[in-house]
């Protein structure tokens, strides 16, 4: 099926989009180690420490948003999804998947035209603004976001897709909907989340 190819393809990007973050938090971590070293052993921390990380934090906090989604690591109330079945639970969650897609399209809408404001190729470095301390261009920072955010959409549409063709389509009502975050283990233990 369409459905399963596409979650398939998109599940390969965001893996790749959850290693980086967790690269990114890797490096600052090491770069924690080189500023604490330099500062303790030769009384000169690492020049931009702060600005480095300022530039580092989009990477940790974002790119691992939609591989999140995917496996249903956000945090939610349940209290009445584990009691729903079938079409009931998956109406609901075509429900709830799609004010988030909305959301999530604003939030696109809106970091991009952020990070558009920040973008200036007339400038230093194509940079309007940049970090206090050394100068880094913040519109590579302010890009991640939108990209993140996009690749959230697509995944939120994805689950849209499958909530939606199970509603109109499956007849089983223990039947796993393609492409969403139910998964067979909770299926079996009595609750979809």
Known sequence: MILRRFDRLLLVLERALAL????????????????????KLFNAPLPGYVDWTEQV???????????AQRNDGHIRMDMLTRKLRGRMLWT???????????????LVWGT???????????????SRDSSIDIALPLWPAKLLVPIAF???????????????????????????PIATPIDEDDQEAGFAH
């Open 112 to 126: 991009g035209a952020h990070f558009l404001r920040s973008l200036d190729f007339a400038a230093p470095l194509w």
């Open 150 to 176: 996009s690749v959230l959409a697509v995944r939120l549409a994805l689950q849209l897709w499958g909530f939606v063709h199970a509603c109109l389509f499956w007849r089983d009502p223990n039947a796993i």
């Open 92 to 106: 609901l969650e075509a429900f709830t998947t799609s004010a988030m897609l909305l959301l999530t399209l604003l």
């Open 20 to 39: 980086v973050s967790g690269c990114a938090v890797a490096s600052l971590v090491l770069l924690a180690v080189v500023s604490v070293g330099g500062r």
């Open 57 to 67: 934090m989009p990477l940790i906090a974002f790119l691992g948003l939609s591989y």
